[in-house]
């Protein structure tokens, strides 16, 4: 439908707090769609609707990524709970469509389930692992208020915090 723009930290709305869906209806179906063009125009896996200024709890994962065909679409997760994480963890780079041109260690757990309402309102489970459950740990983050930031330390915060207000100024001065 429409590639909405991005919500770039520091900007306050990445924390603001989330909203169930509770009509699964023409305007969820109207979200979804421009979560859909938004997260492919920026090259993204995942992305939630928290990152385009709309506090409904929803996100959305690629279906490569999920273990399906690369051409399906992606899969959309309303009102998600994670239900249970692994205790094995990894310790790897991850980036995000709000904070671009940054990479942050981020433990994540190696598998995940979490259980989560599809586009018609019908309840699912989905487990997944690898690049999968870090994806959807990270998406449902975002509807949490926990940002890439909040795995760093103050200075390195500082860091990233300045290199977000180049990417402004530059985004700004095109």
């Given at each position: 439908?429409?590639?909405?723009?991005?919500?770039v930290?520091?900007?306050?709305?990445?924390?603001?707090?989330?909203?169930?869906?509770?009509a699964?209806?023409?305007?969820?179906?109207?979200?979804?769609?421009?979560?859909?063009?938004?997260?492919?125009?920026?090259?993204?896996?995942?992305?939630?609707?928290?990152?385009?200024?709309?506090?409904?709890?929803?996100?959305?994962?690629?279906?490569?990524?999920?273990?399906?065909?690369?051409?399906?679409?992606?899969?959309?997760?309303i009102?998600?709970?994670?239900?249970?994480?692994?205790?094995?963890?990894?310790?790897?780079?991850?980036?995000?469509?709000?904070?671009?041109?940054?990479?942050?260690?981020?433990?994540?757990?190696?598998?995940?389930?979490?259980?989560?309402?599809?586009?018609?309102?019908?309840?699912?489970?989905?487990?997944?692992?690898?690049?999968?459950?870090?994806?959807?740990?990270?998406?449902?983050?975002?509807?949490?208020?926990?940002?890439?930031?909040?795995?760093?330390?103050?200075?390195?915060?500082q860091?990233?915090?300045?290199?977000?207000?180049?990417?402004?100024?530059?985004?700004?001065?095109?």
């Amino acid at each position: 439908m429409a590639v909405r723009p991005i919500v770039v930290w520091p900007d306050s709305r990445l924390r603001q707090e989330t909203v169930d869906i509770e009509a699964f209806d023409d305007e969820v179906r109207s979200l979804y769609a421009d979560l859909v063009d938004t997260m492919y125009a920026n090259n993204g896996i995942g992305i939630a609707a928290i990152q385009i200024g709309d506090n409904r709890r929803m996100f959305l994962i690629d279906a490569g990524v999920a273990g399906g065909d690369e051409n399906d679409p992606p899969l959309a997760f309303i009102n998600p709970t994670v239900e249970w994480l692994s205790d094995d963890r990894e310790t790897s780079d991850e980036g995000c469509l709000s904070f671009p041109g940054v990479y942050v260690q981020v433990p994540r757990a190696l598998k995940a389930r979490i259980r989560a309402k599809d586009l018609e309102g019908n309840e699912f489970v989905a487990e997944g692992e690898g690049l999968y459950a870090r994806a959807f740990q990270h998406e449902n983050d975002h509807l949490t208020g926990q940002l890439l930031v909040d795995f760093v330390g103050p200075l390195k915060k500082q860091m990233i915090k300045r290199k977000m207000k180049r990417h402004a100024a530059e985004t700004d001065a095109a």
